[in-house]
């Protein structure tokens, strides 16, 4: 029994093409993702991440969510969300209220000096996002990336209770 032939007939490895596009979305993904973080870093002084934190905040009613609807929402864990809050309530831009129905649960609240830098670094994100996505694509380019999207997310994040997911750690 060969086992190099029994391990290759298990894996479907990626063929020449689907290499290439794999390497292809890491490379552009990896790019965009930094020069948001520099136009974020630069007008506001703040990382990419921050600045969804705030998004999220905005448009929840109230500019208010749970910690831990805030970590799903912005898929990242929650240590990793309570290290961002603490830098976000340094700034004065995000506040921490205990929930009254759950003593271990808390909101972050976006404050009106948050709100004030959200509005003020939002249009020159914007025009960052803009130049560096879709002005690059066609209307078509557009609508089927958005498409494809969609189902990749809609396949990573399983709906069953006690899905290994980063941002219920």
Known sequence: MNTATDSADRHRWLT?????VWRSYLHATTLL???LDRQLQRDAGMP????????G???APRRRLRMTELAMRSKITR???????????????VRREDCASDKRGQFAVLTDEGAE????TAPGHVTAVRQALFERLTPEQQKALGEIMEIVAEGLQPNEAGADLPWLR
């Open 79 to 93: 240590s990793r969300l309570s290290h961002a809050i603490a830098r976000l309530e340094t700034n004065g831009w």
């Open 48 to 55: 990419h991440i921050y600045y969804g934190l705030l998004v």
């Open 16 to 20: 020449d093409e689907e290499q290439r």
């Open 33 to 35: 993702e930094d020069h």
């Open 57 to 59: 905040l905005a448009e």
């Open 117 to 120: 830098v959200l509005r003020r």
